[in-house]
């Protein structure tokens, strides 16, 4: 029998799951608790005990996984939060191996266990991604905002690498840590693990703008998306063409359907920033519901003279309705800061393309 490697696989289940109209990837956040605070978090204003009594218990989680699974998806992310914090954690990601999931955890490493981590060797995830924002202790825990976090995350870092798990590990790029990119980015090298920077931020969930007060320069930020490969969105947004003039309000990646996310309490959205439109697939049919999201997205158009609708370089622009309606409580309005990167884009991009972009408009 023919070996089929992970690329053409991949590439095949996507393709017949978007022949068919079906997702396949999903995004489950288990909880909004986490050990940390980090200065930067859009969750962390949920990770509250209120939050924590509304969460799924361990049997609905597995009715909804087995109603994720039935409907064709085969790429699950167990996030949070940190969703190692959870008691039933182990169950949960039990569960979703024995149904089949190429299952990858999102964590900070702070609550890795050699328990955990025995199990993981025993039966590994597909991948395993782990913050680490800085190499020194002392920043470090003033991102984290918790004493002796360090030490914690740096020994759950050791037990995965102990294990030989498989590792990526992220670093959010913010105006505290910009000077420690290159310590980190050698710190991943050394534990031979994969190095996933982003200098992405924006506000969080209930619209507290302190993260965003965190972003480095326009500056900084073009020179590490030019030369570190730092990825201009953690969304994965494609566009298919020129948007300049088109009234449709989204223009991202979601309105694919490939993907769809589901929080604590088990409300379903496709966009990560945008919360609404949702359904709650403890009361709604799954398929049904995520059509009638996507049919919504796309039918959204803009309704005002906003300069990103006639922008001329809006296929090249970070920013996108979740964003600006998180930061400006509109949809519509532009974001200062990712329309001077914009300018940075534009101002790189050759003569000849730039006539080309400007036809467009």
């Excluded at 053409?8 to 068919?20: A, L, M």
């Excluded at 505290?176 to 200098?199: C, G, H, M």
Aim: proline letters at 4%.
């Amino acid at each position: 029998m023919k070996e089929l490697n992970y690329r053409d696989f991949s590439f095949n289940r996507h393709s017949q799951n978007w022949e068919f109209g079906t997702p396949s990837l999903c995004q489950f956040e288990l909880t909004f608790r986490c050990g940390l605070h980090c200065r930067h978090c859009y969750t962390d204003c949920y990770n509250t005990p209120s939050f924590a009594q509304k969460e799924l218990s361990l049997g609905r989680i597995k009715g909804i996984l087995d109603t994720v699974r039935a409907l064709g998806v085969l790429w699950l992310c167990l996030t949070g939060g940190d969703p190692l914090v959870r008691n039933d954690f182990l169950d949960i990601y039990a569960y979703a191996k024995k149904k089949g999931f190429l299952t990858t955890v999102f964590t900070n490493g702070y609550s890795m266990t050699k328990e955990i981590a025995v199990y993981f060797k025993k039966k590994p995830p597909f991948s395993i991604e782990i913050t680490l924002n800085s190499t020194q202790a002392k920043l470090y825990e003033k991102i984290a905002r918790v004493p002796h976090s360090f030490e914690k995350t740096m020994a759950g870092i050791a037990l995965m690498k102990r294990y030989n798990l498989p590792l990526a590990v992220k670093m959010q790029v913010t105006r505290d840590n910009l000077s420690e990119f290159v310590q980190v980015k050698n710190f991943v090298a050394s534990i031979k693990a994969r190095f996933k920077p982003s200098a992405n931020l924006h506000a969080r969930l209930d619209g507290d703008m302190a993260p965003c007060r965190l972003r480095v320069s326009h500056e900084e930020f073009f020179r590490l998306r030019g030369n570190e490969n730092v990825p201009d969105s953690e969304c994965g947004r494609v566009y298919k063409e020129e948007v300049s003039g088109n009234n449709k309000l989204f223009q991202c990646a979601v309105l694919g359907g490939d993907g769809f996310q589901i929080d604590p309490q088990g409300n379903v959205f496709l966009c990560n920033l945008l919360r609404n439109p949702s359904f709650n697939v403890l009361k709604h049919d799954l398929r049904l519901g995520l059509r009638q999201l996507l049919s919504q997205m796309k039918s959204c158009m803009f309704h005002s003279n906003s300069e990103c609708r006639t922008c001329n370089a809006r296929s090249l622009c970070q920013s996108c309705p979740g964003k600006a309606y998180l930061e400006t409580g509109d949809y519509e309005k532009p974001v200062p800061y990712f329309c001077r990167l914009t300018k940075l884009s534009l101002a790189s991009i050759p003569h000849s393309a730039m006539h080309s972009l400007a036809k467009s408009a």
